[in-house]
């Protein structure tokens, strides 16, 4: 009596073992024939690249090391300008002054439009109209927004907040917001924060726009008050359009100079001038290319400290 055969152990989803090195080689092959093509379509990019970033970038570098002055023979002098830069206490003292700016800029612009962002999304349709109208600030060119907040921290009483003041029963009230060194600086952060403030609204009413709808009316079913909502549900729900909003403002007020340029001109006795303004200061008016390129390098350092958190988090779980 013939015993039937035991079933096969493999199912309809094994792999043929003996044929997938074949497999893999034929796709690592076709990858390798399609390099050249990949290459070809790449190369007015990187070219452009070349040209635009990283040629401008060595000389920078190449710079930083000389001494150059106006007409003078430049000079070679390794690490000296890096040396002065940090032995100089005006640089120092730039330095504390970009680390306040940035970090008001950012704590204000992204806390507020995260506000914003939540209270809007309570209420999506009704405020769009809102939203458009901060993110439009966002699309004002900062020199444009400088001289519009000029008008608004005029010294004299004419200034819209000093005339806002007056109504208050200061009579004849007349400060000089930007023309002392203890208002001047919260004044340009405040000036900076306002067109910031959009970004961060749309890229957080987004993230909190895809909340499954499911966990919302879940929270009203069970009776959560609107307040409740936003604190316990939206506010950490919406944490990565947050960090994106943190990031991309973090950056952008690093590198403010148009503004800065319009409102302070770096003064008063330079209590607002921020890393940018020192390197123009240095490099255009007193014609000190080396040291403004040491100073452009520092500069630049802080932005990869700054983006290189982000970064990483982004391509952990790249293979």
Not at 192 to 197: G, I, K, N, R, Y
């Amino acid at each position: 009596m013939k015993t039937a055969s035991a079933p096969s152990q493999r199912g309809p989803d094994s792999v043929n073992h003996a044929s997938a090195p074949a497999l893999d080689y034929g796709r690592r092959r076709w990858r390798l024939g399609d390099a050249p093509a990949a290459i070809l379509l790449l190369a007015p990019a990187m070219v452009l690249f070349a040209v635009a970033t990283i040629y401008p970038l060595l000389e920078t570098i190449r710079i930083s090391f000389w001494d150059i002055q106006g007409l003078r023979k430049p000079v070679f002098t390794g690490f000296g300008n890096y040396i002065l830069l940090f032995s100089d206490a005006g640089f120092r003292n730039t330095l504390l002054t970009t680390l306040w700016f940035t970090a008001g800029v950012t704590i204000i612009s992204v806390g507020l439009g995260w506000v914003l962002a939540m209270l809007c999304a309570l209420a999506p349709r009704q405020t769009l109209v809102f939203r458009m109208m901060f993110f439009a600030a966002f699309g004002i060119s900062e020199t444009v927004s400088g001289y519009m907040w000029t008008g608004i921290f005029r010294a004299d009483k004419g200034g819209l907040l000093n005339s806002f003041i007056e109504l208050f029963g200061f009579p004849d009230f007349a400060f000089a917001w930007l023309g002392n060194a203890n208002t001047a600086l919260w004044a340009l952060i405040i000036s900076s924060a306002w067109s910031a403030v959009g970004l961060p609204l749309m890229l957080i009413f987004a993230a909190i726009q895809s909340i499954p709808k499911s966990v919302l009316e879940a929270a009203y079913m069970d009776g959560a008050k609107p307040l409740s909502t936003m604190r316990f549900i939206m506010a950490p729900l919406s944490l990565p359009g947050v960090r994106v909003a943190v990031f991309i403002n973090l950056l952008t007020a690093l590198r403010a100079f148009d503004i800065i340029y319009v409102l302070t001109n770096g003064g008063p006795a330079r209590a607002t001038e921020t890393v940018g303004y020192f390197i123009y200061r240095e490099s255009m008016t007193q014609f000190k290319l080396g040291y403004g390129a040491a100073a452009t390098i520092v500069l630049l350092v802080a932005f990869l400290i700054v983006s290189a958190p982000a970064v990483i988090q982004r391509t952990a779980g790249a293979k």
